[in-house]
């Protein structure tokens, strides 16, 4: 049985699961060339390739996989973004996050504010996949504003993983951060 999706709630965000209805504001997120410009996925150039997304999301929490919550602003509910772990690892006690947001909503917090919020829940041992005791992330170079929000939740810059990812027809470096449960400060 699938547990109920966790609907979570901060100072000025709601965090929810992504319904086929957010298909326009996927699609309005991941076709902006900012967004991807650092992404394993291409620009979105069509309306289903939205549709897809959602529900390779949705699959991956009803498979116990995964959790990716849409971040809406509590003003007005509107999609602005995304968070969660892509994968995580009962066994291992671990997981990978992940997020993005639209442009227009840079350097406001609020993806400091999502990340946080999860990392809550995660290190609490609030989600279906049981406690976890480590929490990764991925970024590509150059990709200064994520290390920064990284870097600001407690997140250990543990080193460069030369040519690990693969997407966009080239390889890619990844430099890996880390947050062990004993580091994170609620």
Known sequence: ?????????SERLNLSKIEKSDSAAVFSLFSDDAVTHYYDLATFETPEQADALIQLFNSRYEAQLGIR???????????????????WSPKMQNAVIGYDLMPIHW???YA???VSTILNLAFGGGLVCGPLHRIQADTVPGNHASESLLRNLGFKDEGLRREAGFWKGRFHDLKCFGLLKSEFKA
């Open 112 to 114: 400091r504010e999502a």
């Open 69 to 87: 919550w849409a971040i809406r602003l509590q003003a007005g509910g509107d999609l602005i973004g995304t968070c969660g772990f892509n994968v």
């Open 1 to 9: 049985m699938i547990a109920m999706f966790p609907e979570l709630k």
């Open 107 to 109: 350097g406001r917090g």
